[in-house]
């Protein structure tokens, strides 16, 4: 099931006779009949989302009397940036958005490091989001906040839908339609095939290396909650509240056909993702954070892996192209802070 059509109207609908007609025609229905499959995505939600909660509380239990390990803290630090920076380049602004041309050493890199972040296979991962931006806050989209129209209570039901309800849904990510591109390469099939792999990797990894430096169990064991199930967590809810938040609280500098804002306070911790209005109104381009001193490190990274030959022909934002739907800076520009 997707959002339904009950949300305020936008500047881009057609309003007849009181009944909005979304701007898009093509419309698209997630419900049929995939029962079987639809149990074994709410098991997996489940897996997905209570192992990681499980995990953090353990550590936040066995720290309130030993204390927080700073080599665990360093290590989750790394990790946090590497698997991030696989998600917010490599799955976001490569894969689906085809930000810039990768060398197949790159392109390899870049989809495990996106594998180990444990948001599900590259695959589903990318054809959900081309899915949104193809749907954004319109029937069809797997996760708006404007599902259940205005008012307190219905967009407090939005928010819990855009952050976490939309998994316990059936929403099939239909990779031939939306992702024949990727699909294609072999390299991303083997990657995508053995998602579950590299989400142990990204559990042993840090695990084996508290376990060498410490050469304790108690050091592994630090390691793995730490950097491993904490970290997983606060990734997680990062991407989930760019799709929440970020389409409910915030500014719009740019004029689109959805509700994206961009939104400061996550900008750090999502590698630049959170200037999410200004991706929605350009979603090609490499860099999200537009303005001066919008914080972007996906957008710096990729800057250097141009500078080094190891991606080409990369979009970058220049006053020409992000022009045109851009608000006057003196006139209006949407404040979408608004829990009703």
């Not at 050469?215 to 730490?226: E, Q, R, S």
């Not at 760019?242 to 509700?259: K, L």
Request: glycine share 8%; hydrophobic share 45%.
């Amino acid at each position: 099931m997707t959002c339904s059509a009950d949300r305020p109207a936008h500047a881009s609908d057609t309003v007849t006779a009181g009944t909005v007609v979304p701007a898009r025609e093509d419309i698209g229905d997630a419900e049929g009949p995939h029962v079987s499959a639809g149990k074994l995505q709410k098991f997996s939600a489940l897996v997905l989302i209570s192992l990681p909660l499980a995990g953090l509380g353990w550590a936040v239990a066995w720290s309130w009397d030993d204390g927080v390990s700073r080599l665990a803290l360093a290590i989750a630090v790394g990790m946090y940036l590497l698997t991030g920076h696989g998600l917010a380049i490599g799955f976001h602004r490569m894969f689906t958005h085809r930000s810039f041309r990768p060398t197949r050493a790159l392109k390899i890199a870049l989809a495990i490091a996106g594998s180990m972040a444990v948001e599900g296979s590259l695959y589903t991962w990318t054809a959900q989001h081309r899915r949104h931006h193809a749907y954004a806050d319109r029937p069809g989209d797997p996760h708006s906040p404007w599902c259940y129209g205005n008012g307190f209570v219905p967009q407090l039901r939005g928010l819990w839908h855009a952050h976490l309800g939309w998994f316990f849904r059936a929403n099939p990510s239909e990779p031939e339609r939306w992702i024949p591109d990727l699909l294609a390469d072999p390299d991303l099939q083997l990657i995508s095939r053995t998602a579950a792999i590299w989400a142990l990797l990204s559990l042993a990894l840090p695990t084996l290396l508290g376990w060498a430096l410490t050469g304790t169990l108690t050091g592994a064991l630090a390691t793995l909650l730490w950097a491993g199930a904490a970290r997983i967590f606060l990734l997680h809810h990062v991407t989930w509240a760019v799709n929440s938040v970020g389409h409910m609280f915030g500014n719009r500098p740019f004029a689109t056909r959805d509700y994206s804002t961009n939104f400061a306070p996550l900008a750090v911790l999502s590698f630049g993702d959170s200037w999410h209005n200004a991706h929605h109104a350009y979603p090609r381009l490499a860099r999200h954070g537009i303005d001066r001193h919008q914080i972007d490190s996906s957008a710096a990274i990729i800057r250097l892996l141009e500078r080094v030959h190891l991606a080409t022909d990369v979009v970058w934002p220049t006053a020409a192209n992000t022009s045109r739907r851009r608000y006057p800076r003196t006139g209006h520009q949407e404040d979408s802070s608004r829990l009703q």
